[in-house]
């Protein structure tokens, strides 16, 4: 659907939707090749005998008939088309759009209809892309030079799923941190007409779409989970970061691809987080913060289990009875205890071989 701005800059859609229209029914490639082919063997038969008879009308009528017939007799292989499985051809006549081949066979159109695929010389990297190499669904004379036959471009498109795995963005989250992350998109094509007429490029247009999307989606996340950040638009604070909520970010990404090529005939199917880190600048500083934060969790795991540990000591000796202990030599033990429980190395062992006292 194409646009229009306003004089307030909003975005008016055009009414000038191309309908997708399927042709049924055009499955007569072969019959139509063996027609023409056995016309052709006629004329070449016709023109021979009417030069031998060219005194008489019905010789003359023959041999112009028949020479008339091989000049012009090769445009209906300009109509024949060959489709595999999952692939569709999208076809004008003469600027007007005629329909689209979506079934495999072998089908025989209006010689004068051209195919048309714009995105059909793009390369994204992904999968599902149409080889240049093949003829675009028609037969035709192989070309003498190597320089012609390079120069052919395949213009039907794969109705198979793909999958657009874009090159790596640098977007900052919500709290202004770069941030490294790719996505892979999978797709398909669902309405041949919209992708041809409704948008310029419909791979670019997807492109496009996946980064801008990718990149508005990530700017509400933290990379990890802080606090007084509100992920999900309902004005509370939650636990959403990108590491920890990778499938809710991917699912949001989807959503709002879909949002945005929907006009061009494109149904996304999945989207997956492929890649995601801190961008380089702030990656080692990063990694000293999660350091950090990992030994001071550490550090209050093994003190709450050294308290309760001398706690167990102190309330054992006294219900034993084992030895009594004022305040003072309580803090003493309780200290004691503390620097070998906490301690990173391992305790020396003095024995004390005098008094208590």
Not at 186 to 204: C, G, H, I
Not at 213 to 229: G, H, K, Q, S, T
Request: glycine share 8%.
């Amino acid at each position: 659907m194409k646009t229009n701005f306003s004089e307030n800059n909003q975005v008016v859609p055009f009414n000038a939707e191309v309908q997708e229209k399927v042709l049924h029914g055009k499955k007569n490639g072969m019959a139509a090749l063996l027609l023409t082919s056995v016309l052709y063997v006629l004329a070449v038969l016709g023109s021979v005998f009417g030069s031998m008879d060219m005194g008489s009308p019905a010789g003359l009528a023959l041999f112009a008939v028949c020479t008339v017939w091989l000049c012009i007799g090769w445009l209906p292989y300009l109509g024949l088309r060959v489709l595999r499985p999952q692939e569709a051809l999208v076809l004008t006549l003469f600027g007007n759009y005629y329909g689209t081949l979506k079934d495999a066979g072998f089908f025989f159109v209006n010689p004068f209809c051209v195919s048309v695929n714009p995105a059909a010389k793009t390369r994204l990297g992904q999968s599902g892309d149409v080889d240049d190499s093949e003829s675009a669904g028609r037969i035709v004379i192989p070309p003498l030079s190597s320089s012609q036959n390079a120069k052919r471009v395949d213009n039907r498109i794969s109705l198979k799923v793909m999958t657009l795995n874009n090159a790596r963005q640098k977007v900052n989250d919500v709290l202004g941190n770069p941030v490294e992350i790719g996505v892979a998109v999978m797709w398909r094509l669902s309405d041949t007409a919209k992708a041809v007429f409704n948008v310029d490029n419909y791979k670019e247009y997807l492109s496009l779409q996946c980064d801008s999307a990718v990149r508005e989606i990530v700017r509400i996340y933290p990379y990890d989970v802080a606090p007084n950040v509100d992920t999900t638009g309902d004005g509370m604070a939650d636990d959403g970061s990108l590491r920890g909520s990778s499938t809710i970010v991917a699912e949001r990404v989807r959503q709002k691809i879909g949002e945005r090529v929907q006009n061009a005939g494109l149904e996304i199917l999945d989207a997956r987080i492929t890649y995601l880190a801190y961008a380089p600048e702030i990656a080692a500083a990063m990694l000293q913060r999660q350091q950090a934060s990992a030994i001071v969790d550490a550090r209050k795991m093994i003190v709450d289990g050294a308290v309760g540990m001398v706690e167990m000591a102190l309330d054992r000796l006294s219900e034993k009875k084992i030895v009594d202990l004022d305040d003072e030599r309580k803090a003493a033990m309780v200290s004691n205890l503390l620097v070998v429980l906490c301690g990173n190395r391992d305790a020396q062992p003095v024995v004390n071989s005098g008094s208590l006292y």
